[in-house]
């Protein structure tokens, strides 16, 4: 009987800690659209000021660097820049969703997470707990 409550609780602990994961994956993700964004919006930036349109420029893709004038790179880094920011808007709303599922399923299954300092701290007393039972 309490293996199967120690089964269950394995199971409940290893579904936390996947949707922690995956909670952390898509905010890894958001860092990662986030800082092509910015690469984006610097490059349209430099190439809007005072850039001639036929002035050759040089994008990398996919490994290859290819030879464009600045009038045909700029309207393809602004469609890149929109497509970044609807992938950025549609993983902010996947991480807000799976933070409530994470919150749902810590709620409903009664988990508490613990600081590093109440981790060491129970672990400090496991140890305690096993050298006394060892002295005896």
Known sequence: MAAAADDDQRKIVAEFQRLREEQK?????????????????????????????EQKCFQVISDTMVELTVGTALPQLKEKLEKLNLIGEQLNKRLVDKGTELNTYREKHNIRVLSQKEAEGMKQKMLEAQLSQVKK
Do not use: G
């Open 25 to 53: 994956e898509t905010a890894e993700e958001i860092t990662r659209i986030e800082e092509e964004k910015r690469e984006h919006s610097r490059v349209i930036e430099l190439l809007s000021e005072d850039c001639d349109p």
